[in-house]
């Protein structure tokens, strides 16, 4: 049973910066794309950031580029999203999720695993 958990929001003033860290056990990962989403409050949720856990190739969304870093610890079976120069319209709640597929979704449906989510807050 694939199990996800996110750990690491907090609340943050804008310009800082957060690293959130998934932990991620239950199989093996190397066929999957690891993938961060968020929610904010009264909107759908939106893809952040994605990573071949394999290869460790990376795709962003463009609120993310320059920003945003995702990575992964093929040794300790976990993904981090490094977030830099952090807005208020980052708030939200951060979700990892998990797609056996070697290829790249940014849409939530596609993605088999969720973790619990973890809140981040940034205030202006």
């Known amino acids: 049973q694939v199990q996800l958990v996110e750990s690491g929001g907090g609340l943050v003033q804008a310009g800082g910066s957060l690293r959130l860290s998934c932990a991620a056990s239950?199989?093996?990962?190397?066929?999957?794309?690891m993938g961060w989403f968020r929610q904010a409050p009264g909107k759908e949720r939106e893809f952040v950031a994605a990573?071949?856990?394999?290869?460790?190739?990376?795709y962003y969304a463009d609120s993310g580029k320059g920003r945003f870093t995702i990575s992964r610890d093929t040794a300790k079976n976990t993904v981090s999203l490094q977030m830099n120069s952090l807005k208020p319209e980052d708030t939200a709640v951060y979700y990892c999720?998990?797609?056996?597929?070697?290829?790249?979704?940014?849409?939530?449906?596609?993605?088999?695993?969720w973790g619990q989510g973890t809140q981040v807050t940034v205030s202006s």
């Open positions: 999720a998990a797609r056996s597929s070697s290829y790249y979704a940014v849409r939530p449906n596609l993605y088999e695993y």
């Open positions: 990573i071949d856990w394999s290869d460790g190739a990376t």
């Open positions: 239950g199989r093996t990962f190397s066929r999957y794309r």
